[in-house]
């Protein structure tokens, strides 16, 4: 975002995605129809715009939809970009027309998806081929993976294909920019992550030192490390509710596709010619057209740093959003203004050539000004108070008030009986006020929060209520919940509730695992013949502490300046924030472990122990958070000794002179926008260079979605 | 030109330049390569030293045809008849080497080999860089150089002074006795040349000694591969002419494993190629029983980097050792390659091992789709059920494809009794058509979960929706089919999710009868009641369903505003003391919008809540009242803010400003 990235050239990742992107339209010669998966096409928005594709023979442009026609156009050849659901073979097959069908799959063909496309008798008329589209750059400092739900297929299903297309990635990124010098993380995915990272190389060697072309790993020169924060170390952060704008808008509005849909009022239906909207009639498929009738009310907004307003508010504290829109619309105006100034030809000329973009940025402020009212509403609800109130107690103090769980018990009760009329529910809203996902995430918090403290009775008057409210077949979800230590884990009873029923067989060797916490290097890591691998688990093997999240809270100092916070929230700190600010006063767990492992001087500085530079010590000085923490400490030292000849003569790190300037910090299972914000500003303020990689995007609802989402 | 054949013999030289024809007639014809233009001609039957040939051999003629053409360097082009072999020119001149025996021709990028039975001839233009030392006479700096190592060599002074001489072109003089020493067959003129080289670079540090290093590398290895024991004669052009992997190939084919190692490992080349051919024939060879010869692998090849053991496994699947197959199948370090091969030799087990440690799902599928079709099932089962990822991807894979049986099959073998009443459960959210099977797939639940105490409260759950169920049926038949169903707000029916209206989408499959009750949550259930207005019925069920008291009053309040009974609210309000206190009522009645009920109810509120919700219904004075009473002085401002009436704000501000 900011212009410090030198040296890290995302946008050649870019480019090159581009090339292929367009060398994949061309695969099908002729004018050709486009089909996209829903989800790719933000990704193709940024690739590529409607003027480019026509000039490569497409015609139209459809999103793919359950039963859609796309055949009754004059072209033969359709091209369809989509992910290998099985879901879009049932939903897709066509009979009987004789058209040309080109499949494109991303990020690669699956052995299931073509069973299901031979099991359907349709493969032979099919051209299928992949399109390895792995981490495209949203931003110039993030990359994302698409694939969604990836938190759940790790932690529930044992899928772990996220986590070979992160590394597939991850290896893409090594042989652009060097290696990371140093392997680090917590989880127990991340563990799974770098053992693949390290096996990769070795069957890249081996596959390419068979032709003489070889020349080897490089160190990176860019990238001091790499950083795999594990979504299974911390479940409290997505539950939570974000409080930045972009945060907000995502809590509130669901962003997908890098735009949200909002409402508009009638008066700004006369200025709808504006940069959002228009990348909407280009990139956006005409898709029916009832869509099309609704056009006129619902407007996409499309966010992005392309957007100079977007991008100066997206990462503040919503409290501040407000004061800033209207500095903002001051300075617009007195720009206005400066019309009746001009004095020469001169100055007209230049007025009226910056008036086009005066416009546009007058619209976006329109749209952002219309999409920040909805949020006041929100936040000013009684709801969002009440809710909040109870976040910011368990967070602080670790337990709610008596009143405060009796509410709880009232939304639950209430939880599924109507609220406010459908009709009257906003316009491209997303959340449902106190729904089952509102109500969840404050139940999964409280019961994260006082882990083993949880009485049986109260557990079971939530459980029952629960279950009353919202139906029997969530036994389910609570099942689900409960496994990944959510839902309910008391001390007493847990031979009565099966805490095995996870881990069966696997006691012994977790213990092998957890104090497996020695320096390895790189080529020594892999322990052949471990056939068994663990399944991953989102609870501490070995805590130390009963309340292991109050003695996280305060060895990690989660709440800094509880008592000063007030009078720090100055002018000052509305311009550069604090990375407090951006959950209330709450510092996420895994902002704070990356601290740990970035060396960053802040942490050690809290502990009155000042290093001078910033060092890479590892775990070193952490140990007892990380013991507890969930999931497996990783720290690996990547050489460019292993594997390749002739480059041993290149020096190790540690006697490198360069300085590297960023660090790449890989989230397994998703990330918050919250979270994002506050690694841009720990960049900003710490001067370092955080680059963020991440599976997914995610917030507490659709976290709680892949809960109670049923497998098909 | 071509009209002159036919041609017996066509040869092209190395550069591709040129093209020597040997017409029927005896005349041999040196064309260009695109056949445009005529370089010489010549009869070789014809030269005075075939002429003599052809004394000594009576079969000589001149109409004879030779045996074979072939291009010596770009130069010259060699014939044989047999015993002679002829050298002819560019300009027709030529020399005559004789054999005992038939000379067959074999053409080099730099010269010919002559083969006959008992000998092997290397016959090449001289190099101009052996021509410019060693020529008689010669005056080229690179021969001064030479001699003045000669005189070095003799401890003459005059060594210092030759070299002095040709200071201006030392360098060249250098570079010409590298390459003359390149060129040259003798290891010991070799040597000398090498020294004279190193000789003259003392005299010029500046030199960039990597030619120098570069060519002793390289003859190190021409000399000990033109050695007898392993006989590759040829010259430094020859050798330069292909990488060094494929002279590597030549020496694998000999069975030279060892030299090709050391020759790798000189050239700083990898070799793992040369580990895997030497593995490979040693298994072919070998007698030993399959450990041992393992061992013997092992010892040798575990510290090889990136050596593929693909092949090597696959020699030893064709040499029938499966054990030692597998083993040495475990030790490839790419899973794609491996885990296909295992398959293929029945390895069930250890390729799922395999393809779950690799990380890659593709790899885990192939093995289960490949093992599922080649086992029966309860071997499958058993093989899917030692690895809980892939018992995990199996039951994805199998909900994917909507392999139900399948599925229950395994989780009913696999005593999972919770995946089982899952499945039971979510074929009732989304498929069971009628109450019948609804019903049915819960007591099936119930069933699996009965089995093991830790579900206790899951199965009590069901138990209760069982209960629930006949409780709502018994409803249906209760209440007239005239009065519609009621909608419900539910929790957004989003797709895919299991927050879904059990009770609509039972609907949509029936047609005619209309459920009003089944399927809904008990919450939903007692709602509806409330709004149907059998009271009786609704604390019936509170009592049945043990609905406690405080969620019981919530619903009915909420219930009772939507049905806009306040009559009977009151009446619950009034009875006993609720115990949700006054203000839920207030609040409720506040959300529908009945501001005089709701004040009905705040009268009876704490005295803090009273404030705000009499602000919040814009009763103004009695807030202004009320918070007076508590000292709200914030809410005090803000309602003289707010207020139109004059009085009332000079009021509170008078009050504020004594507090």
């Not at chain 1, 509710?241 to 890098?258: M, P, V």
Request: aromatic residues 10%; hydrophobic residues 35%; proline residues 3%.
């Amino acid at each position: 975002m900011e212009a410090d990235t030198e040296g890290i050239d995302f946008l050649e990742l870019k480019e090159d995605l581009k090339q292929d992107f367009l060398k994949i339209v061309d695969s099908v010669r002729g004018v050709k129809i486009l089909v996209v998966d829903e989800c790719l096409l933000g990704v193709i928005d940024q690739l590529s715009d409607f003027a480019t594709l026509q000039e490569h023979g497409v015609q139209k442009l459809y999103k793919l939809e359950k039963e859609n026609n796309y055949s009754n156009s004059e072209t033969q050849n359709v091209l369809y970009i989509i992910r290998p659901l099985l879901s879009h073979v049932r939903e897709n097959i066509e009979n009987g027309k004789s058209l040309s069908y080109n499949v494109k799959l991303v990020p690669r063909r699956t052995i299931l998806f073509e069973k299901a496309l031979e099991d359907m008798g349709v493969l032979g008329e099919l051209v299928i081929d992949d399109f390895p589209l792995l981490f495209v750059p949203i931003e110039s400092d993030l990359l994302v993976l698409n694939s969604e739900n990836s938190f759940k297929e790790m932690y529930i299903d044992g899928d772990y294909s996220s986590i070979f297309y992160s590394s597939q990635g991850l290896m893409d990124i090594q042989s652009k920019f060097g290696l990371f010098p140093r392997i680090l993380g917590k989880g127990d995915c991340a563990q799974i992550l770098s053992e693949n990272l390290i096996r990769m190389r070795k069957e890249i060697s081996a596959v390419d030192s068979s032709s003489s072309l070889w020349t080897g790993w490089v160190l990176s020169t860019v990238f001091d490390s790499l950083i795999i924060i594990d979504r299974g170390v911390d479940l409290i952060t997505p539950l939570l509710t974000q409080l930045t704008y972009h945060g907000l808008l995502d809590e509130y509005f669901n962003i997908t596709n890098e735009s949200i849909e909002i409402a508009v009022e009638s008066e700004s239906k006369t200025t709808n010619n504006f940069a959002g909207s228009s990348s909407e009639n280009n990139i956006n498929p005409t898709t029916s057209e009832t869509s099309r009738a609704l056009s006129k009310k619902k407007k996409r907004l499309k966010l992005d740093d392309r957007d100079a307003i977007f991008a100066q508010i997206k990462g503040k504290s919503f409290m501040h959003v407000g004061k800033l829109l209207s500095q903002i619309s001051k300075d617009l105006q007195v720009q206005y203004e400066s019309r009746h100034n001009a004095k020469s030809v001169n100055e007209v000329k230049k007025f009226v050539k910056g008036l086009g973009k005066l416009q546009t940025e007058q619209s976006l402020l329109q749209s952002h000004i219309s999409a920040t009212s909805s949020l006041i509403k929100f936040t000013q609800s009684e709801e969002f108070g009440k809710n909040l109130d109870i976040e910011q107690n368990l967070m602080s103090v670790g337990d709610i008030t008596k009143s405060q769980l009796l509410y709880l018990e009232q939304i639950i009760s209430l939880g599924n009986l109507w609220y406010e009329d459908s009709s009257i529910v906003e316009m491209g809203k997303y959340r449902i006020d106190n729904g089952l996902a509102v109500i969840l995430r404050l139940v999964c918090l409280y019961f994260l929060v006082k882990g083993d403290n949880i009485k049986k009775k109260n557990y079971e008057n939530i459980y029952n209520l629960l279950i009353s409210s919202f139906g029997f077949q969530h036994i389910i979800t609570f099942q689900r919940l409960y496994s990944l230590g959510m839902f309910g884990s008391f001390k007493q009873d847990s031979s009565l509730f099966g805490s095995s029923y996870f881990f069966k067989k696997s006691s012994a060797t977790s213990k092998r695992r957890a104090s497996d916490l020695v320096l390895k290097e790189g080529s020594e890591t892999q322990s052949e013949g471990n056939g068994d691998l663990l399944l991953p688990s989102t609870k501490p093997r070995n805590p130390s502490h009963s309340d292991t999240f109050g003695f996280i809270r305060r060895d990690l100092n989660l709440n800094p300046k509880t008592d000063n916070y007030e009078a720090e929230s100055s002018a000052k700190t509305v311009v550069n924030g604090e990375i407090s600010d951006i959950y209330g006063g709450y510092v996420p767990i895994s902002l704070r472990l990356v601290q740990c492992l970035s060396g960053d001087n802040f942490m050690f500085d809290n502990r009155g122990r000042n290093t001078g530079s910033r060092t890479l010590t590892g775990w070193k000085g952490w140990e007892d958070a990380a013991q507890n923490i969930a999931g497996q400490n990783v720290d690996v030292k990547q050489s460019v000794l292993y594997g390749a000849f002739g480059s041993s003569n290149i020096p190790d790190s540690s006697t490198t002179a360069f300085k590297q300037q960023a660090t790449l910090v890989m989230f397994l299972g998703g990330i918050t926008y919250s979270e994002i914000a506050a690694l841009r500003l720990l960049s900003r303020t710490h001067n370092h260079k955080y680059i963020i990689a991440t599976t997914d995007i995610i917030n507490g609802t659709s976290f709680i979605n892949q809960m109670t989402a049923v497998d098909k | 030109m071509l009209q002159d054949g036919p041609f017996s013999h066509i040869s092209i030289s190395p550069s591709g330049k040129l093209v020597a024809l040997m017409q029927k007639s005896g005349k041999l014809q040196v064309i260009s390569s695109d056949f445009q233009k005529l370089y010489s001609e010549t009869y070789p039957t014809s030269l005075p030293s075939f002429e003599k040939s052809s004394v000594l051999n009576p079969n000589y003629n001149r109409k004879m045809l030779p045996l074979d053409v072939a291009w010596c360097g770009n130069d010259s082009v060699a014939v044989s008849y047999g015993t002679s072999v002829f050298l002819i020119g560019p300009f027709g001149g030529s020399i005559k080497f004789d054999f005992d025996s038939n000379a067959m021709l074999v053409s080099e990028v730099d010269g010919v080999r002559i083969l006959n039975s008992q000998v092997h001839d290397f016959i090449q233009k001289v190099p101009d860089s052996l021509i410019q030392v060693f020529q008689i006479g010669s005056t080229s700096s690179a021969a001064l150089l030479y001699d003045a190592y000669e005189h070095l060599r003799n401890e003459s002074s005059k060594a210092d002074e030759i070299v002095r001489s040709i200071k201006k072109s030392l360098g060249n003089a250098i570079d010409t006795c590298i390459d003359a020493a390149g060129s040259e067959f003798s290891e010991s003129l070799q040597q000398y040349l090498l020294r004279a080289a190193s000789f003259g670079k003392t005299f010029l540090p500046e030199h960039n000694p990597t030619k120098f290093v570069e060519m002793c590398t390289n003859l190190r290895i021409l000399n000990t591969v033109r050695g007898t024991s392993i006989g590759l004669a040829i010259s430094l052009e020859e050798y330069l002419a292909l990488p060094p992997e494929s002279w590597i190939q030549r020496l694998l084919n000999r069975n030279m494993y060892f030299l090709a190692l050391k020759i790798c490992e000189h050239l700083s080349i990898p070799s793992a190629e040369v580990y895997s051919q030497w593995a490979i024939s040693k298994i072919q060879q070998s007698r030993k029983d399959e450990d041992s010869l393992y061992e013997i692998l092992l010892n040798k090849l575990s510290d090889v980097p990136s050596l593929s053991f693909i092949e090597i496994a696959e020699a030893a699947r064709s040499c029938a050792k499966p054990k030692l197959t597998t083993r040495l199948l475990q030790l490839e370090p790419i899973a794609a390659n491996k885990v296909p091969l295992l398959l293929s030799i029945g390895q069930y087990n250890l390729s799922l091992d395999e393809a779950i440690k690799s990380g890659n799902v593709e790899l885990v599928y192939l093995v289960i789709l490949t093992s599922y079709s080649e086992l029966s099932l309860g071997e499958f089962f058993r093989l899917i059920s030692s690895n809980k990822v892939a018992s995990l991807l199996f039951s994805k894979y199998c909900k994917q494809q909507g392999k139900y049986d399948l599925l229950k099959n395994y989780y009913f073998q696999e005593d999972e009794f919770f995946k089982s009443s899952e499945l039971a459960i979510t074929a009732n959210v989304f498929e069971s058509e009628s109450m019948e099977k609804f019903k049915s797939n819960i007591e099936s639940a119930i069933e699996s979960l009965g089995k093991e105490a830790r579900y206790n409260i899951q199965a009590k759950v069901l138990n209760q929706e069982l209960k629930l169920l006949n409780f709502q049926i018994k409803l249906e038949d209760e209440i007239k089919d005239s009065v519609p169903r009621l909608e419900i707000f539910n929790d957004q029916n989003r797709e895919g999710l299991l927050n879904r209206n059990i009770n609509e989408r039972l609907n949509k499959t029936q047609q005619g009868k209309v459920y009003k009750f089944v399927g809904s949550t008990l919450n939903q259930t007692l709602c509806s009641l409330i709004l149907y207005g059998l009271y009786a019925k609704a604390s019936l069920m509170k009592t049945e369903f043990q609905i406690p008291e405080r969620a019981y009053y919530l619903i009915k309040i909420r219930s009772l505003v939507k049905r806009r009974d306040f009559v009977e609210l009151e009446k619950l309000g009034r009875t006993k003391k609720p115990p949700v206190g006054y203000e839920v009522f207030a609040s409720e009645c506040i959300r529908a919008g009945q501001f005089q009920e709701a004040s009905k109810y705040i009268a009876l509120c704490d005295e803090h809540e009273k404030p705000e919700l009499y602000f919040e219904i814009g009763f103004l004075h009695e807030a202004a009242e009320c918070a007076l009473a508590v000292k709200n002085v914030e809410l005090l401002k803000k309602i003289g803010r707010e207020t139109n009436d004059p009085t009332l704000r000079a009021d509170i501000e008078s009050r504020v400003s004594a507090i």
